[in-house]
């Protein structure tokens, strides 16, 4: 490929960057999806260990754009409750499904199955180009779009870039947008176990002393266990056979859930959060984690990335439909304006929680429990919360 004029580049085949194409169907929208992975990568893409709670309002985009109907039903699993335990306490806040009216908080979905049911459906769709194993070397603005230098030496010129590559973002970078990074020196593995005693669908959350755990109940007598260590003791960890790493979880879980088997690959993921300091420039506009990467302390990071790209296609279907420039800056402002009036709150909010239940001094650790215990015993609050982690719709 020499040279490629199309209408919407998009920059990343991640879930954001394929669900935006997704969401552009129908719309006679000429769209270009690149991709530095190759094909194989992206068309079969491999258990990662990651399991995504996804919200009511994600999954009525998910069912819009066909790829719920696609999940493996045995796959997906019922977030019914959650528990929040601090330090030594066994007892914390319990957020239970009738707090937020609803028969439950969500649904548990592995992020390569929803990898996989966005790309099967994107590359079946008409006016679609899949461009794996293209990675981008420069980005220039021009009349009428932008102009996207390829690493090959190919060109591609489109009226509006989104730039879906993560949170470490080439293209943001390339754009000139700046963003504030935070390296929380941590490290998360993900692996999947069994259990001994029956989870009942309730999530648990544990800020303990020098470590965070999540239990997330899977299907069955199983689940995935979230563990988020210093990288020091994170290499101990993982260099574990599976033995020994089974009795290690059991005692840092302090035998709440009996006896546990490792039964899966373990993953590491660093942690670091992102926030743009602009999701759009003219011409070009950030989804996903290149504009907002979320800890994972929430579970909110892929809920927010998908509803972004949901609100920036939106945005780019009526100025289709009106004719005017999908790629304009007043377009590409009220996307701006509008994301970053619903991401701002949750990523503040993460970050005090993180700053907040990562603080192992003497003094806070009272504080910790207290502030669990008050939201317990009102359940007003309860509600508020368990709506935010439902958003129902």
Known sequence: ??????????????????????????????????????????????????????????????????????????????????????????????ISADDGRSGQLGWLVPNHLIRQAAYDLVAAQPGVQLLAGRGVAGVAREAGGVALTLEDGGTLHARLLVAADSRFSQVRRTLGIGARSRDHGRQMLVTRVGIERPHGHVAWEWFGYGQTLALLPLNGQRASVVLTLPPADMARVVAMDDAAFGAELERR????????????????????????????????ALVGDAAVGMHPVTAHGFNLGLQGQATLAEEVLRAHRQGVGIGAMEVLARYDRRHRAAAWPMYAGTRLVVRLYTDDRTRMRGLRTAILRTANRLPPLRRVIAGRLTQAV
Do not use: K
């Open 1 to 94: 490929m020499n040279r490629m004029d199309v209408d919407v580049a998009i920059v990343g085949a991640g879930p954001a960057g394929l669900c935006f194409a997704r969401s552009l169907e129908g719309s006679g929208l000429s769209l270009a999806v690149l991709e530095r992975q190759p094909l194989d990568a992206i068309a079969q893409p491999a258990f990662d260990g990651r399991e995504i709670a996804l919200t009511h309002a994600s999954r009525a985009i998910l069912e819009r754009l066909g790829l719920w109907q696609r999940f493996d039903p045995d796959e997906v699993s019922v977030l019914r409750d959650a528990r929040v335990s601090n330090g030594e306490a066994v007892c914390g806040l319990q």
């Open 253 to 284: 879980f302090r035998g709440q859930v009996g006896a546990i088997q490792a039964s899966g690959t373990r993953h590491v993921y660093p942690l670091v959060s992102v926030f743009a300091d602009r999701f759009a420039v003219p011409g070009a």
